[in-house]
């Protein structure tokens, strides 16, 4: 009778660890796709191979890093996550004072028509500018887009396609910079000067090489995903700016990786759930596996499945726990973050998901799959890092880091150094770098560069 008690007590313990099996991507799976990557990005970065590519390799326009004589008094505009922001920045040789205030994007604009976002954007700025007593003063402003933007210059980029939960209409084809102008001067009580747009990524970039020098590459893991890094200007067929300066900053938009099938020899049945239902099937294939805005529904998915075999609660669930979406990414750090063999924190939150008869066993399960689907995030962040640090092969490289994933899960980072460290060449040494505010920071010096080169 023990030995029975012993062996059911056992059992689903070892079925969730079997079922879980797929979530792991192992060494030569991650070869496979880094091989696979660097494909992908030779295809972005080739003339001919452009237009059809999947991971496009936008150039920037960017090819001056920060050197920290950058001066003056800049605005900065960021949007792309879960917030907007708006930030006025002072910058001395050795200070860097800065201000930011953040603005909701409510549900109904983030879907509606671009004409509503921009005018909510030049409000926000409006009001931000009145507080901050510069609002007759023309200030040169830098702007973070974080979406996949098609670059013409600087202060030119079109919108390729829409991420992230954002919707809005009348914007996909356009140069956003002339958006953001028409909108101010819809208002018409306010001026600014342009003086580039960036991606998160190029903004994480940027603020990390005002710090540290052989900063090279940058990645974000927030409610997006997406990686930057500095390539020769003579790879980058697209460009067709002043000629003379050997680098370039290429915004990989790599959250696209696999939108052609590439990674379906490591996606499960979840991944599709989750994509089926998102609000861009079939895009952002590689993002959906990484990034904030669908881990915690990845975990709900094989909780949901678990439960309905038995393996979980007894397999009663709750109302919440078969909701899409109630499964929140903070939960996934913070089950993580419970000591070996205390369950306090993933037990508040089994309770606030109407879970409370979870028993210790439910814990250890939900913790597993927890650590299945960030461990897998983790590895294919290594992965694309690896990629990247091969095909750069310089001998030392910081890799500047931001998003909300990367900086409160307990263990990403260590899983990254880990990883990155059995994948990259052999003799590459690297370091990783958590971003202090890249993206209003980095918008900043961007307009700070420009105005430096101008000058
Ligand atoms: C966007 C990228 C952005 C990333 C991180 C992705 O969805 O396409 O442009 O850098 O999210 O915010």
């Not at 930057?228 to 050997?246: A, I, R």
């Not at 690297?430 to 010096?445: K, T």
Request: include cysteine; charge should be negative; charged fraction near 25%.
């Amino acid at each position: 009778m023990r030995l029975t008690e012993q062996i059911d007590m056992r059992q689903p313990r070892d079925t969730i660890r079997e079922e879980c099996e797929v979530l792991q991507i192992n060494d030569n799976q991650l070869r496979e796709i880094m091989n696979r990557l660097n494909k992908a990005l030779l295809l972005g970065l080739g003339k001919e191979t452009h237009s059809k590519a999947i991971v496009k390799c936008f150039i920037t326009y960017i090819q001056d890093l920060p050197n920290g004589t950058e001066k003056g008094k800049f605005l900065a505009l960021d949007l792309g996550g879960t917030n907007f922001r708006v930030l006025i920045i002072n910058l001395g040789p050795n200070h860097f004072d800065m201000q930011s205030k953040i603005y909701a994007i409510p549900k109904h604009i983030m879907t509606g028509t671009g004409t509503a976002l921009f005018d909510h954007i030049a409000e926000c700025l409006a009001n931000f500018m009145k507080e901050h007593e510069v609002f007759n003063e023309r200030l040169a402003l830098g702007f973070t887009f974080s979406f996949p933007l098609k670059q013409l210059g600087l202060t030119k980029g079109i919108l390729e396609r829409w991420t992230k939960g954002f919707s809005c209409s009348g914007v996909v084809g356009e140069d956003v910079v002339q958006l953001l102008k028409d909108a101010i001067a819809r208002r018409g009580d306010i001026s600014i000067s342009v003086m580039g747009i960036l991606n998160d990524a190029t903004g994480c970039l940027m603020s990390c090489a005002h710090k540290k020098r052989d900063a090279r590459i940058a990645v974000i893991i927030g409610t997006g995903s997406n990686a930057c890094y500095v390539e020769k200007t003579d790879n980058c067929e697209l460009f067709d700016g002043p000629p003379g300066k050997k680098e370039l900053l290429i915004n990989t938009e790599w959250g696209a990786f696999g939108d052609d099938g590439a990674l379906d020899f490591i996606r499960t049945e979840f991944d599709r759930d989750v994509d089926a239902n998102s609000i861009n099937p079939g895009k952002q294939v590689q993002e959906k596996m990484i990034s904030g805005m669908y881990m915690g529904e990845l975990v709900r998915l094989v909780l949901v499945k678990f439960t309905k075999m038995g393996l979980l609660f007894g397999g009663r669930g709750s109302d919440l726990l078969f909701e899409r979406g109630s499964f929140y990414t903070k939960y996934v750090s913070e089950i993580e973050s419970d000591k070996p063999g205390d369950y306090t924190n993933c037990m508040d939150i089994l309770e606030e998901l109407g879970l409370s008869h979870a028993t210790e066993a439910d814990m250890a399960g939900v913790r597993h799959v927890c650590e299945c689907v960030s461990r897998r995030a983790a590895h294919l962040v290594s992965a694309g890092m690896a990629t990247l640090l091969n095909k750069m092969a310089e001998p030392r490289v910081t890799i500047g880091i931001d998003g909300s994933v990367y900086r409160f899960h307990p263990h990403f980072h260590s899983l990254m150094c880990e990883k990155i460290a059995q994948l990259a060449n052999p003799g590459i040494v690297f370091d990783l770098m958590l971003s202090e505010d890249g993206s209003g920071r980095g918008a900043a010096l961007v307009a700070a560069v420009a105005c430096r080169e101008r000058c």
